[in-house]
Nanobody
């Protein structure tokens, strides 16, 4: 599975951006695509990238981090070959490298418990930079 992100940019506080995750090489029927972000600086031991949102292929179930609820929206596009992350009311604390990731699933049961953990995903894109200056 190959994932390629695009759409990152520098935008003023309060502005909007739409990130895209182009997906190819899918082998499994059911899967989840998640968006994660890593703020500037190295992660300390034990820290993970922050899960931002996810969407499941079989039923379109979505989950969001509390920090982005009401501002970000994840959706399918192009017959599920693309996942979008629409971001509104951007804040300086949204500054990060945003990456999309894939994991195969057999059921969406329990998705709410594991979707935000980076270790749950097996394929990752290279990331795209979003900068919101303070």
């Amino acid at each position: 599975v190959t994932l390629v992100e695009s759409g990152g940019d520098s935008v003023q506080p309060g502005g909007s951006l739409r990130l895209s995750c182009s997906i190819s090489g899918l082998a499994l029927d059911d899967y989840v695509i998640g968006w994660f972000r890593q703020a500037p600086g190295k992660l300390r031991e034990g820290e993970e990238r922050e899960g931002v949102a996810c969407i499941s292929s079989p039923d379109g179930v979505t989950y969001y981090a509390e920090s982005v609820k009401g501002r970000f929206a994840i959706s399918w596009g192009n017959g599920k070959s693309t996942v979008y992350l629409q971001m509104h009311t951007l804040k300086p604390e949204d500054t990060a490298v945003y990456s999309c990731a894939h994991t195969g699933i057999t059921t969406t049961g329990g998705l709410d418990e594991f979707w935000a953990h980076a270790v749950s995903y097996d394929f990752w894109g290279q990331g795209t930079q979003v900068t919101v200056p303070s």
